[in-house]
């Protein structure tokens, strides 16, 4: 099928998304108008700024007696609407890789809010406050090829988390493109991994799946074929061993289809 397309003037504006042409040809995006203004909303324009989206070692475990009914013992003081607000950061994770983990943790705890959510959240919104421009910069001259993935795991974070289940691990994957992220991702494993091997093996799968789906993307773009390969890196020496083999025994069977379709993309 063919398709006609019609030409326009060069934009500076893509659904609040900043678009700026650099003097060497290269292309920025940024949302810092839209930061300003959900921390203005917010009532953070005032407040200091924080160095770090959370506290180190933070966890959305919930603050709730009662599974059934999730009613937390305390009341959220700043924040009567946090899914509101959360809506609002959630829109920046188009550039702002820097806050994906803040929004995926305390997205998960929105049905049980409790004031360590609300001042967690507080702190994110601290944060940009201090940090409101962090553009994403494609290079003039880059291949406009995928050239470099990285993907990582945190196993058992997720502790006590709800209904949920208990011990879930996080996976965390970033995929670049032109010398910028492309894409990026910070998201709780559904399955609870019995080793960090295992929650690394089902983070170097899920970054796999998208890789996949960006690569041909791409291609279709470029409107040609891309024989270039992309690099995936993992510091987890055992789940690259075995990778490496290309061979499942009985002790990694429940994690077959994992381990599977990862070897059938290499």
Known sequence: TTYETKGARPTDDIAGIDVTRLPDGSVSISQERYVRQIVEDNGFANAHSAATPLPPGFTAQPDC????????TTKP????NPSKS???????RVTRDDIL???SILATAASCWAAKHDQALARTFRYL?????????????ADFVITDAYADASHAT???????????????FVIMIMGTILSAASLRQRASALSTCEAELAAICRCVRDLLVLRRTVQIL???????????????ESALRILSRRLVDGR?????LNISFTISAI
Not at 129 to 141: E, Q
């Open 65 to 72: 007696p009662d599974p059934a009914t999730k009613t937390s």
């Open 77 to 80: 003081h700043r924040f009567p």
């Open 86 to 92: 959360l809506g609002q950061l959630g829109f920046l």
């Open 101 to 103: 983990l803040s929004f």
């Open 129 to 141: 406050k201090g940090h409101p421009n962090r553009p994403r910069v494609f290079r003039r001259g």
């Open 158 to 172: 997720e502790l006590h988390h709800g209904t949920t289940g208990l011990a879930k691990s996080r996976t965390g």
């Open 222 to 236: 470029r409107n040609e074929p891309d024989s270039s390969p992309t690099y995936l890196k993992s510091d987890s």
């Open 252 to 256: 990694m069977r429940h994690v077959r």
